[in-house]
């Protein structure tokens, strides 16, 4: 079949259009087989689709960018952002899924059961609270205090039961940095040999939060032993308040080294808004015809100012951390349980929110 041939097809600047989008964007390709096709008519009242960017060239704006790069950003991330506003049930994941995710793992569990144990121990220290003037309780409360009280018990023992062994992590950070491989001389096959530093050098060069986590998770483990009997009492009380002063000292390491950490991050972020500030000024009506200019910039912006807010979430759980073990630590008594209860909610609900967040975005990048 013939095709139809218009005169004055360049007069609609079809040619145009085609330069501007490409070969994958565009509707109109001159390299389609027109022999077994019908071809659009420009004189239509529906033209074909064509991106965003046309629309600001029929406002007479000038659609020159730095680079391709950046044209083919903005076009993907237009069309990325089309097809979420589109679909939005493909992009939502249920609470039940990241739930899954969590307690799939040991420390998901640990996560979760510590907020069972200290919304128990909240329920029973209001209760304690505000009965204390009534001795008389019925059979009711008394089977659900002494029912939440066992529970609270059974919980602590088995967050204990799921941290075992958590000295293995530290422990490979240690032994990865024991073998440092070096370029040896000139060898038929150009290998790289590994040369193999000794135990004590390493755990000497280790940086102290990871020293700190390995005593501290071998004393823990020392301390659970001695709960269910396999170590004397006395054994395990001293491996306690040694993990105590472990859980310490690191918590103090961490608040400086998330104190640094934010630092840098308001200095970065100061830069980024400088930036931007100065391209709004220097550009002008640039800047208006092509906001996919400074568009890398908001994005990057706004990826730190996500990661200053869980900065922040990790310094406040951290305080509240430090107060918790504080009392353990200094044998403060007054107000201990207290403090302790509503610390530890707090550091669970502030922990199970990070992980929360965390697995929920694990999830979204293997889903979609």
């Known amino acids: 079949m013939s095709s139809i041939t218009f005169p004055h097809a360049n007069n609609f600047g079809i040619s145009s259009i085609h330069s501007n989008i490409g070969d994958e964007d565009g509707p109109y390709n001159p390299s389609f087989d027109t022999t077994h096709g019908i071809q659009m008519n420009p004189l239509s009242q529906h033209p074909p689709r064509t991106p965003r960017t046309s629309t600001a060239h029929s406002n007479g704006y000038d659609l020159s960018v730095p680079s391709p790069r950046h044209a083919t950003a903005s076009i993907d991330g237009e069309e990325e952002e089309e097809r979420t506003h589109d679909h939005p049930a493909k992009t939502r994941i249920r609470n039940e899924e990241v739930w899954r995710e969590i307690v799939k793992k040991s420390d998901g569990r640990d ?26 309780l019925g059979p009711l409360e008394k089977s659900i205090l002494r029912r939440f009280s066992s529970t609270v018990s059974s919980l602590s023992m088995t967050r204990r039961c799921l941290l075992l062994f958590n000295w293995l992590g530290p422990l490979t950070t240690i032994l990865a940095r024991q073998s440092v491989p070096y370029s040896s001389e000139s060898t038929s096959n150009n290998a790289v040999k590994q040369k193999t530093r000794p135990f004590i050098h390493a755990l000497i ?3 102290p939060p990871v020293l700190l986590d390995l005593v501290s998770a071998i004393a823990d483990d020392f301390y659970t032993c001695s709960r269910i009997g396999l170590v004397g009492r006395r054994v395990g009380d001293k491996a306690a308040k040694f993990a105590d002063w472990c859980w310490l000292f690191s918590t103090i390491v961490n608040l400086v080294e998330n104190a640094a950490e934010r630092g840098l991050m308001k200095d970065l972020e100061n830069q980024v808004e400088g930036r931007l500030y100065t391209e709004s000024m220097t550009l002008g009506a640039a800047t208006k015809s092509n906001p996919s200019a400074n568009k890398s910039d908001e994005t990057e912006l706004g990826r730190l100012k996500k990661q200053d807010y869980w900065l922040v979430v990790t310094r406040n759980k951290l305080l509240l951390d430090l107060v918790f073990v504080s009392f353990d630590c200094f044998g403060v008594k007054r107000g201990k349980a207290t403090v302790q209860t509503l610390t530890g909610l707090a550091a669970a609900y502030l922990s199970t929110r990070k992980l929360f967040a965390k697995e929920g975005s694990a999830l979204a990048k293997t889903k979609f």
């Open 111 to 136: 996560k979760a059961f510590k907020l069972i144990q200290y919304s128990m121990k909240l329920y029973l220290l209001c209760h304690a609270t505000l009965r204390a003037k009534q001795s008389n």
């Open 205 to 207: 060069h280790t940086p």
